[in-house]
């Protein structure tokens, strides 16, 4: 993680130095190569492509309210990163099966598949994330929200940050700026970089890669397929416990 801080405030010194007024917060150039490219700093953030062979890189594509995904939260995300967090590089993409259409300001209209709360919800976790900026903060905060079965988002993020000892009102002001709009279109965006596109949700991608097979594993057993696919010298000690397994319904 320290190595990856100082990369990334070297791209970002050298990109100022040469100018860069790319559109894009800094905190997305090296999240995927079309921005890279887009921001012209390919070359900077070639060692964010390169695989961290101390950690798994898992994604999670997820919706704020799908049903689903918060079924993936409560019986594999938020036990397996407590458990191999030394071990897990976890990103969180909250967009889903949305879509956007830019208005004639320039902002982004979100319509997304269980309605209006919904994008607030992808909104707040996006802010979220992009405000508190350490996972170690952030997740517990997203998975209070993601476990809470009723309510609507703000009342879930409202008391989880009562929970977490949180300010909340930064997060909800970031949910209604122009920042906050743009930071969802960078969701977008990753989201619909996918390769192969996504076709359902939860949808996870493991160092990078996404198959029907990594699927079924992450939805049955994460913590198995995490410690089964690292390959450094020390395992966690829930990597020697056995698991129960545990299959998911996809619920759109």
Request: glycine content about 6%.
């Amino acid at each position: 993680m320290m190595v990856k801080l100082v990369v990334f405030f070297m791209v970002v010194a050298v990109a100022k130095s040469l100018g860069n007024k790319c559109d894009v917060p800094p905190e997305f150039w090296c999240g995927s190569e079309k921005v890279a490219r887009h921001c012209q700093v390919t070359e900077q953030c070639h060692r964010f492509y390169e695989p961290n062979a101390d950690k798994v890189r898992f994604a999670l594509y997820y919706e704020s309210m799908c049903p689903g995904c918060r079924d993936f939260f409560r019986t594999q995300l938020t036990k397996t990163l407590t458990t191999l967090k030394d071990i897990m590089d976890l990103t969180l993409v909250p967009y889903g099966n949305a879509w956007e259409k830019k208005d004639a300001s320039g902002r982004w209209n979100f319509t997304c598949q269980h309605g209006e709360d919904e994008c607030v919800g992808n909104l707040i976790e996006t802010c979220a994330i992009h405000l508190l900026k350490n996972i170690s903060v952030y997740f517990p905060f997203i998975s209070c929200i993601e476990h809470d079965q009723f309510g609507t988002p703000q009342f879930s993020a409202k008391k989880c940050a009562k929970q977490q000892g949180i300010d909340l009102q930064p997060i909800m002001d970031c949910s209604t700026s122009s920042l906050g709009n743009s930071l969802e279109h960078q969701m977008a965006l990753k989201t619909e970089a996918l390769n192969p596109p996504h076709e359902y949700v939860p949808w996870v991608t493991l160092n990078g890669v996404h198959t029907e097979d990594i699927q079924k594993k992450a939805e049955g057993d994460l913590t198995a397929l995490i410690c089964n696919t690292y390959k450094g010298s020390s395992k966690p000690a829930a990597c020697n416990k056995k698991t129960g397994l545990h299959h998911s319904r996809r619920k759109l």
